[in-house]
């Protein structure tokens, strides 16, 4: 079996060490066995929505989201409409998230218009209060930055934030967590992330998925279940990853239950994917 991902605009959407999460989904198939293809899509570089499992895309600056968004919707979007709507998993991080909703409203008022696959809209702070940002201080002022954790499931995602962009979510749209710490998708309602068949959008930098191991294995296990449909993937000796989950969480938020922390129990029927390696996960 093999799984192939296609990493777009790796070379101008890869902000805050997004690239990790390439190296990390790399990582946890190859001490499987499951072999891995890695389609890097540069702008002009059309999506196949047949033959990719797997969908990732980092964030950028207002600049990097203006450069990329009209190739996203002609030369891509076809694509990528046809991959997720096939059942492809997908990660799309902040600024990539953002462009994968209706239109992203940039700092200084003009509308990029986005794939629209979540059914959501992004306005920059600045652009809503129709502050202008001249000085680096008020463009921090502006941002929301920090640690960012929630709630997925009953489990927890951690990472950071740095965004100007406030998400709003249409009626039905389903977000992928709540905020237990930071701002999340508008800094208001409580919601962090979007979900759309096994497409995730997240303000989660980190890179997230690094010190994220179930989030890993759920865009894996996502990603394979279209070649099998039953199949389920070994554990693996990840205590170092979840180790650095349960430090991030602790420095952040130490009043959150360890509990809640807790990978799922992996279910025991099913086929698995590649061979089996190590011990379970086990967090800290
Ligand atoms: N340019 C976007 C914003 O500031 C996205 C930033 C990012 O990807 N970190 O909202």
């Known amino acids: 079996m093999k799984l192939t991902i296609a990493h777009l605009y790796p070379t101008v959407m890869s902000q805050y ?5 390439l190296v990390a ?6 001490r499987r066995g499951i072999d891995t293809e890695v389609l890097e899509l540069n702008l002009g570089a059309v999506v196949d929505g047949d033959g990719v499992d797997l969908l990732l895309i980092g964030g950028g600056a207002d600049s990097h989201q203006r450069l990329i968004s009209e190739d996203l919707i002609e030369i891509k979007g076809p694509g990528i409409r ?4 096939g059942g492809a998993a997908g990660l799309a991080i902040c600024a990539g998230y953002q462009l994968f909703g209706h239109y992203y409203r940039t700092a200084d008022g003009t509308d990029l218009p986005g794939l629209g696959i979540f059914d959501a809209h992004t306005v920059h702070r600045a652009a809503e209060i129709g502050a202008r940002l001249d000085t680096i201080t008020q463009a921090g002022e502006v941002r929301a930055v920090g640690n960012l954790v929630l709630r ?6 951690v990472g950071f934030e740095n965004h100007g962009g406030r998400t709003y979510l249409h009626p039905g749209a389903q977000p992928l967590g709540e905020v ?13 992330g979007c979900v ?18 179930h989030l890993v294995d759920h865009l ?9 449909a039953g199949m389920v993937l070994p554990r693996l000796d990840d205590q170092v990853e979840w ?7 602790d420095r952040t938020s130490p009043g959150v239950s360890r509990r809640r922390v807790s990978p799922r129990r992996w279910p025991s029927g099913g086929r698995r994917a590649g061979r089996a390696s190590g011990a379970p996960s086990v967090p800290a």
Do not use: F, M
Request: contains cysteine.
């Open 243 to 249: 180790r650095a989950h349960t430090c991030a969480l």
């Open 152 to 157: 997925w499931g009953d489990r927890n995602l």
């Open 82 to 85: 046809r991959a997720v709507e």
């Open 180 to 192: 237990v710490v930071g701002q999340g998708n508008n800094s208001q309602d409580g919601h962090e």
């Open 25 to 30: 989904l790399l990582q946890r198939c190859h």
């Open 17 to 21: 060490g997004d690239r990790g999460n």
């Open 196 to 213: 759309y068949r096994n497409l995730i959008g997240t303000y989660l930098h980190g890179p997230a998925l690094p010190k994220n191991p």
């Open 220 to 228: 894996i296990s996502d990603a394979l279940r279209r070649h099998d």
